[in-house]
Nanobody, 119 residues
Framework: QLQLVESGGGLVQPGGSLRLSCIASGITFSSYTMRWYRQAPGKERELVATITSTGGSTNYADSVKGRFTISRDNAKNTVYLQMNSLKPEDTAVYYC????????????WGQGTQVTVSS
């Protein structure tokens, strides 16, 4: 059965760092484009970062560009989000998303992990 499980969230001070992980099971991970989204209270879910199935291309929201890095390890079925220079505005629930590169009807979501940036 398919699972996307996020971990690594928590409370961090402004300027600090966190690394989020998302472990996939039940899919051929190397066939999926992976994304991180986030949703803050009272706001719509927004796309944070994207990485292609091979890891050869990445894209970032303007709000996190230069601070966040998305990466993947297909041997471990894992996608990461390294978050540096964190700001209070980064506080949100972060979600992992997988979409098949050839069949866009195959799309999956994790349950989310809370990130809180506060002094």
């Amino acid at each position: 059965q398919l699972q996307l499980v996020e971990s690594g969230g928590g409370l961090v001070q402004p300027g600090g760092s966190l690394r989020l992980s998302c472990i996939a099971s039940g899919i051929t991970f190397s066939s999926y484009t992976m994304r991180w989204y986030r949703q803050a209270p009272g706001k719509e879910r927004e796309l944070v970062a994207t990485i292609t199935s091979t890891g050869g291309s990445t894209n970032y929201a303007d709000s996190v560009k230069g601070r966040f890095t998305i990466s993947r390890d297909n041997a471990k079925n894992t996608v990461y989000l390294q978050m540096n220079s964190l700001k209070p505005e980064d506080t949100a629930v972060y979600y992992c998303n997988a979409v098949h590169e050839r069949n866009w009807s195959h799309a999956y979501w994790g349950q989310g992990t809370q990130v809180t940036v506060s002094s």
